[in-house]
């Protein structure tokens, strides 16, 4: 059974810092092209930041560009999203996502299998 399960949310304070994890079983992350969605209550989903599976390219969003990173971990078969500079309109559920296939990655939907979900909340 594929699954993947998003941890590491919480609440933090405005300036702080967290790192959101994207755990996978079933299936092998690097042969799949990795997204991280948010949406906060009333809003859309947007897409924050990806990973392609061709050649390992990175995207964000340009309210998380310089603040967000994305990064793999093979070993442990886990994306990752650091999040740090957090501001309360990052507050939001988080989700990742995933496609098979060696292709680039998008802030789009264009993935298959997603995550339940790990809630951030930035406040003072």
């Known amino acids: 059974q594929l699954q993947l399960v998003e941890s590491g949310g919480g609440l933090v304070q405005p300036g702080g810092s967290l790192r959101l994890s994207c755990a996978a079983s079933?299936?092998?992350?690097?042969?799949?092209?990795i997204g991280w969605f948010r949406q906060a209550p009333g809003k859309e989903r947007e897409g924050v930041s990806c990973?392609?599976?061709?050649?390992?390219?990175?995207y964000y969003a340009d309210s998380v560009k310089g603040r967000f990173t994305i990064s793999r971990d093979s070993a442990k078969n886990t994306v990752y999203l650091q999040l740090n500079s957090l501001k309360p309109e990052d507050t939001a559920f988080y989700y990742c996502?995933?496609?098979?296939?060696?292709?680039?990655?998008?802030?789009?939907?264009?993935?298959?299998?997603w995550g339940q979900g790990t809630q951030v909340t930035v406040s003072s």
């Open positions: 990973m392609s599976s061709s050649d390992g390219s990175t």
């Open positions: 996502a995933a496609v098979r296939g060696f292709r680039l990655c998008s802030l789009r939907n264009m993935y298959d299998y």
């Open positions: 079933g299936f092998t992350l690097d042969y799949y092209a």
